[in-house]
């Protein structure tokens, strides 16, 4: 466990950030290397199906996921009043919502898969192999959460090194089981789907042993956790906001899918390689994000509002040099990038062109990412709502239908970029308000 309330600001969120970037590269990485197993080993159709099963898993578990960032929130800044019965009690509360929502969220999914698909508009030859895909995936859900849960507590703590092992071990298995079932199997989107399941399951069951044994903080064992109202309560003041925020980013690419999907399976299967691609692309943003989200926490807690200033000044630094980095290099060999992951020439077109507009505003994305992971770190995450809802619905979803109206498929990809510049400002301007200031659940607020 790190405290990030000392030293310097910079090299505070580097070193807590570095661990996590590492490990989000391998569990990205994993990501890309089954889009390039299942397009030349399955199909685009697969690809496709892939593609658009993974928005509609988003829609279905965005509202658990936000909560679980609220308690995540809790978690950090009780830790950094050093109330360690709190964070205790925040830990198990954390859990025991996980397992029982995702559970939830499993059994309503599996039942109604194949008629969300048709109401995406999904091509018929599609949509029998995206509900293959998504039931087993669904399947699983309770020990995804339940890791994930885990990794995100660990991060609330000021530990990233561990969540980063294990990251790492469940992407080698990952990629180990889906070239076994895929390649020499021949189990098509099966077994990319039980390859998911089975290394989330491992992952869950190693890093819950681990952490049992390790951390004198954790003791996930059912028969010993407890559920605390009052934790809860603070942590839905906190999260229910980041879930409706993530409800309507999930929703928001939902739609986005819909308006892709009129442009059939070739702009659906380019689609999903750039967006692998792209999520490569924003992982310095969104784990420097992350990483001054906790930071953020911590020093609130312990009532140290200067370092947070300085951690963003030093924050917005540093992802922007990785980022413009990043946005030359996509531009330049996008073609060559997207020729990874299929021969057909035409996904390949319609891939480069969207990997060529939205590479070109990445550093928007990132100074968006790090306006709010300031304010979400002070606990004020209704206002990030509101402006995720603005930027999203209408700024992105409105532009893409009109646009890709009358430019085609390309109209879509200029919204993307569209939306984030409006997002960001958006952000500068809420955060130089300063009223994010008088959010936190410790009791360290300031008068404005």
Do not use: C
């Amino acid at each position: 466990m790190r405290d990030l309330t000392q030293g310097r600001e910079g090299k505070s969120i580097l070193f807590f950030a570095i661990p996590m970037l590492i490990g989000n590269f391998f569990q990205i990485f994993n990501t890309l290397v089954d889009s390039i197993v299942v397009g030349n080993y399955i199909g685009k159709e697969a690809l496709a199906a892939i593609g658009t099963s993974f928005p509609v898993i988003f829609a279905l578990i965005s509202l658990v996921i936000g909560v679980s960032g609220g308690i995540s929130i809790v978690i950090s800044q009780y830790f950094g009043a050093k109330d360690l019965d709190k964070v205790k009690k925040s830990i198990d509360t954390a859990f025991i919502f996980l397992m029982g929502s995702s559970l939830v969220v499993a059994v309503i999914g599996i039942a109604l898969a194949p008629n969300i698909f048709s109401a995406l508009q999904l091509s018929e030859e599609v949509i029998p192999v995206a509900t293959t895909y998504m039931r087993i995936y669904l399947s699983g859900l309770i020990f995804t959460a339940g890791y994930n849960g885990a990794m995100a507590i660990l991060r609330g703590l000021g530990d990233s090194k561990t969540p980063l092992y294990f990251l790492i071990i469940t992407s080698i298995t990952n990629i180990i089981l889906e070239l076994i079932l895929i390649v020499v199997f021949k189990m098509g989107i099966q077994g990319a789907a039980i390859a998911t399941v089975g290394s989330q399951v491992f992952g869950f069951f190693v890093s819950i042993i681990y952490l049992n044994r390790t951390h004198s903080l954790f003791d996930v064992r059912l028969t010993s956790m407890k559920f605390d109202m009052n934790i809860f309560s603070q942590s839905l003041r906190i999260g229910l906001p980041s879930g409706m925020q993530q409800v309507f980013v999930a929703m928001g690419m939902v739609a986005l899918l819909r308006i892709v999907n009129r442009f059939g399976t070739d702009a659906m299967a380019a689609y999903t390689i750039a967006g692998r691609i792209d999520s490569f692309a924003s992982l310095p943003a969104m784990n420097f994000a992350m990483a001054l989200s906790a930071f953020t926490g911590q020093n609130i807690g312990a009532g140290k509002f200067d370092r947070v200033s300085n951690g963003l000044k030093s924050t917005l630094f540093m992802t922007s040099v990785i980022v413009v980095i990043m946005s030359v290099f996509v531009f330049l060999f996008s073609h060559s990038l997207m020729g990874m992951f299929t021969k057909d020439l035409e996904v390949i077109s319609i891939g480069t062109s969207y990997l060529k507009i939205v590479s070109a505003f990445y550093l928007m994305f990132s100074m968006m990412f790090a306006y709010t992971g300031v304010t979400r770190g002070a606990g004020d995450t209704l206002v990030p709502m509101f402006i995720t809802l603005f930027s999203l619905w209408i700024i992105r979803i409105p532009v893409a239908w009109f646009l890709s109206a009358r430019i085609g498929v390309e109209g879509i990809w200029w919204a993307i970029p569209i939306a984030w510049t409006m997002g960001m400002v958006a952000s500068y301007a809420y955060y130089k308000t300063g009223r994010w200031k008088t959010k936190s659940v410790v009791g360290n607020n300031i008068e404005l």
